[in-house]
């Protein structure tokens, strides 16, 4: 069966993160970008971002536009000083569940399946147990 | 002689609520008209107008205005800048009258949103047959929701967690707190959308929006217009002592964009952008944030209102939340913030409220802002901010006779 990423930066086998790197100035986008933002380089590399990191950011997201399954929290990812967007999963969507700083870990799950039978692969972070 | 300065002639804003009785170009006249009205001056003395209207799909809503107050010849300016955009018409009148294109301007935002449900996040069109990568980023289906929120509470809600996460000391119920001011303040502001105080009870226990937002922490989808009569210091001294009496010198007019920032393509950073308008406008007014009665600042939600107080440098950094339990922004407090009630309880019909707060500012300047008026008002800061993005910062000072 094949797969295809939710998104281009979601690489596959092993699933990371990778992004478009600055060779200039070493700024991380992901998607395509005509000149980095930081210093107008209009060349980029690619790099890969560690799969565990630390959030920074989350919010418990109860109510949002149609057809998008709630409540979901929704996280910022410090990896290694890269920054990334994405939910948090297999954790209760509570505030007593969540914390700032907590350690996560990228895994990978099944947005289904198209007519050709193509799997499309989503991502998210897990919390790492402590101890 | 007369001064490189522009002055703020008329102003007006709607009382914002529910105006299903009009229509966007109407609403946009009422307030123009009032405006144009309260400068002493008619639609034939303009020479510019910069008008936006973000999301009523109006198209031109500048000539569409015309065609409801009068139809001149002038250029008009056609402005879209997120919640900025009323920000960004008094700043493009402002450029014209700085660059000596024109002595008098008119400059308006509209915005009808009563009604309106979740803003932000939208889709785009994917291939649900074949899943097709499309767009920069190569997503194959909508993101939001699946990869992090691109909802406007979600995003405004980190904005706020990131500052408890780098600072300490902010938790849900200092967020709520917030709210809980400007819900008491709107009692006292008839413009408001709503006038309604909240116990912090009420705040915390109402339906969660977006940890750690409830409904009455969000800013309030309304319908509002407001505009602004903007002249040249040389025109002014040819107009009435009244007229001259009642103008509000703009001492500092600064919009700012993103600069680079690691991080702020993933979750914006609307901290960098404030605090360089910020430190650009107290440089332009050559005043400092101390010497500052007032405050309106762009509260779309309780959680943005905290970084902002660090943002426009009301505190040290990274003491919000003492500034906030010191007090100083109730208005008895040192340095009151928001006693319009903000967009929380005033309510923030988009386009329209870059200009509504530098009304509100300007209300206090003249004196004129009745049982909200804080006494002695001489110096005021608005500030608005747009994702995207866009922060406009207008330091607002009274006539010196």
Known sequence: ?131 | MASGDVWILGIHMTKFGKRPDVEIDELAAEAALAALKDGGVSIADMQVLAAGNLLGGAGSIGQALQKQIGQTGIPVFNVSNACATGATALRTVMMAIKAGEADLGLAVGVEKLSGAGMLGGGGSKFNKDVWTPVGTNGAIMDLDGRVGTSGMPGVFAQVGMEYAHTYGGATFETFARISEKNHMHSTLNPFAAIQKPLTLEQIMGDIMIAYPNTRPMCSVNCDGAAAAVLVSDAKLQTLDPDQRRRAVKISASVLTSDPYDEGCQVLPNINTLTRRAAEQAYAQAGVAPEDLDLVELHDCFATAELVHYDNLMLCKPGEAVSFFESGAPFRDGRLPVNVSGGLQSKGHPIAATGIANVWEVAHHLRGEAGDRQIEGARVGLAHVIGLGSACGVHILEKAAA
């Open chain 1, 1 to 131: 069966m094949t797969a295809v990423p939710v998104i281009s930066s979601l690489a596959l086998d092993p699933p990371r993160l990778v992004a478009n790197e600055c060779t200039a100035c070493g700024a991380r986008f992901f998607g395509r970008r005509a000149a980095c933002a930081a210093c107008f380089n209009e060349e980029f590399r690619s790099a890969e971002l560690p799969t565990e990191g630390e959030v920074v950011a989350f919010t418990i997201v109860a109510f949002a536009a149609p057809g998008v399954p709630t409540p979901y929290v929704a996280a910022t990812i410090d990896l290694g000083g890269t920054k990334v967007q994405a939910n948090i999963l297999e954790v209760e969507p509570s505030p007593e569940h969540v914390q700032l700083g907590q350690k996560v870990r990228l895994t990978t799950y099944s947005l289904g399946q198209d007519t050709q039978g193509t799997e499309a692969v989503g991502f998210g972070f897990t919390p790492i147990e402590k101890g």
